[in-house]
Each structure stands twice: as C-alpha cells, then as structure tokens.
C-alpha cells in the first residue's frame, strides 16, 4: 500500500526552527515528484515545498529562504527544515506526491499529517 508517515511536528517559539520528516513506503517509493502541504482549519490545502528528481525545488513566495525541502533516497525520506518560525506557520502539514503545473497532492490517500504550532 502507497503512503506516506509525516512526523517532526511540535510546539516552538516564534523565531524557532523545526525538521518535519515524511517517509514514504509501499509504491510511494517510487512516486516523483513529492510536495510538503500544510492546512488550517477552514483553509484550503497549501504547498509549501516540492522536489523532483535531481533535486529540482519549489518554494511558494511566502516560505521561500525558510523553508528547505530535501529528499534522502536511501531512506525513502523527505525532509522539511523550516527555519525562523513565525505563528502563521501554524497549520498540519502532509506529504504527498505532487502532480500538474500546481503540484496539486493527493496521488496517495491523504496520511494523518504532523501539528506544527507556533507561539508569539
């Protein structure tokens, strides 16, 4: 079964930094490319980073410079360092694969995702 585990989330302080970890298993191995997501209640389902093969990256405008996504395949892990906390990062964020010109997720069901909470 396709999937990916997201993992690393927490409490921090504004300013703060964090490492988020999705490891993929199962067909998900394979799956490129792979994007980091996060959601808040009442919102839509935001990319914050991609990956493709040969470590090609996205970055929306608003996590560009704190943001680093890199993908270990050896370990069939993504990671995502988030540096410079700030509260509106507050969200779940998800892993999946990534697809289309939007890098749209969502090739895999959706997994449970990990709370990052930011405190002023």
């Known amino acids: 079964q396709a999937q990916f585990v997201e993992s690393g989330g927490g409490l921090v302080q504004a300013g703060g930094s964090l490492t988020l970890s999705c490891v993929a298993s199962g067909s998900a191995l394979s799956i490129n490319p792979v994007g980091w997501y996060r959601q808040v209640p009442g919102k839509q389902r935001e990319l914050v980073a991609g990956?493709?093969?040969?470590?090609?990256?996205k970055y929306p405008n608003s996590v560009r410079g704190r943001f680093t996504i890199s993908r270990d395949n050896v370990k069939n892990t993504v990671y995502l360092q988030i540096h410079s906390l700030k509260p509106e990062d507050t969200a779940v964020y998800y892993c999946n694969g990534a697809r289309g010109l939007g890098w749209n997720g969502g090739i895999v069901p959706w997994g449970q995702g990990t709370q990052v909470t930011v405190s002023s």
């Open positions: 990956v493709r093969s040969g470590g090609v990256t």
